[in-house]
């Protein structure tokens, strides 16, 4: 708000007086697949790019990241990922990161791979001293655009290259004693979409490295307690939960037939909104499955139910969305339906086609 005041009211409130960056610098925490809570510090920078933050650059020796300064010779190292390699990771979703904290980088990475298309996801993990590995950060990179998204070119198999590209952007303390992880995997799914076939690949250690962006600080960096004031919005809508919510996130493996699958649930149960009287209920199922290492079996599906009522009125939208590929396309399907009452009013269905270009 101070912010705002200031550069469209032109309020002299000191906004500008305090740190051109603060950040939230996250504590080493036992990993975990949710967090109430979890803990850290803000921190502030004087000035932007940081003279705090420099460059540590460590070659990756095989099965370990070299110490800075530490001469490793050339060995090439394979993998070839399954698709369950990803399977508690997340999910896919279509939103990017933006990023607006120093960015470790998988800086020099010297691959070849044996398809046209491949990919490459890195994961840097805090490994506490009894060996629990926390994720940090992570990132992406399609090889095919390895030299931008402008023009995409297939890898030529068995040659090598060298590739950059970032994580997500994150400030992080590792306490002593504790290491830091860097894994390399060939597919991520459900997070990202595989690759049409699988792919594998070889990293050269020694001739690739990765790069962190460390930030001793001999000086106090500490900012206010609540550096940004005390949020301000409007007051609450009064609602009633007629309905219990569901949440839940459960995944399976069938060892026969090889089905694999994440399902989510994210229904919000009936809620009455006092001032108007309406009650809405939101179900929602996610389902993301594949077969085995079938690289074009992944399929990932959405269901949404939505319902208004009112006295004796309702109206409900049913809609349902289902993503599929081929080695060379990818398919979608989607459906709407709505309703007043119990009679269907509209009904609509899609089916689009997208060549995969590289994917």
């Known amino acids: 708000m101070r912010w705002w005041d200031h550069w469209l009211k032109d309020v002299e409130n000191g906004v500008l007086d305090g740190p051109m960056v603060q950040t939230w610098l996250q504590e080493s925490v036992p990993p975990s697949t949710s967090y109430e809570d979890r803990p850290g510090r803000w921190v502030g920078e004087a000035r932007w790019p940081s003279p705090h933050v420099k460059p540590s650059e460590h070659a990756l020796a095989p099965h370990r990241i070299a110490r800075p300064g530490e001469d490793v010779p050339e060995v090439m190292l394979e993998v070839s990922s399954p698709l369950s390699v990803g399977q508690f990771a997340g999910k896919w979703a279509s939103y990017r990161a933006r990023r607006t904290c120093p960015t470790t980088s998988a800086k020099g990475l010297a691959v070849s791979a044996d398809r046209p298309v491949a990919m490459v996801a890195a994961r840097l993990s805090d490994v506490a001293p009894d060996g629990r590995a926390t994720r940090v950060t992570y990132g992406?990179?399609?090889?095919?655009?390895?030299?931008?998204?402008e023009e995409p070119k297939p890898m030529e198999p068995g040659q090598v290259c060298e590739v950059e590209f970032e994580l997500n952007g994150v400030a992080q303390a590792f306490p002593a004693g504790h290491r830091f992880r860097l894994s390399l995997s060939t597919s991520y799914w459900p997070l990202a979409w595989p690759p049409p076939e699988p792919v594998t690949l070889s990293v050269h250690a020694g001739l690739s490295s990765l790069t962190l962006p460390v930030r001793p600080m001999a000086e106090?960096?500490?900012v206010p307690a609540n550096p940004f004031g005390q949020s301000e919005g409007p007051p609450p809508l009064t609602t009633t939960q007629l309905t219990p919510p569901e949440q839940r996130w459960e995944v399976s493996r069938d060892l026969v037939a090889?089905?694999?699958?994440?399902?989510?649930?994210?229904?919000s149960g009936a809620v009455r909104y006092d001032d108007i009287d309406l009650s809405v209920t939101r179900d929602v199922h996610e389902r993301y499955t594949w077969v085995a290492d079938r690289f074009c079996s992944p399929v990932?599906?959405?269901?949404?139910?939505?319902t208004f009522e009112r006295g004796d009125w309702s109206a409900r939208s049913e809609t349902s969305t289902r993503v599929s590929s081929t080695p060379e396309e990818f398919m979608i399907d989607a459906c709407l339906d709505a309703y007043h009452g119990d009679r269907r009013i509209v009904s609509r269905?899609?089916?689009?086609?997208?060549?995969?270009?590289?994917?």
């Not at 090889?258 to 229904?267: E, F, M, P, Q, T």
């Not at 269905?349 to 994917?359: F, Y």
């Open 349 to 359: 269905n899609w089916h689009h086609t997208v060549p995969r270009d590289l994917i």
């Open 258 to 267: 090889y089905h694999s699958a994440l399902d989510i649930v994210k229904n």
């Open 300 to 306: 990932a599906e959405t269901e949404w139910v939505v």
């Open 220 to 222: 106090s960096d500490e």
């Open 140 to 149: 992406l990179l399609n090889l095919t655009r390895r030299d931008g998204h």
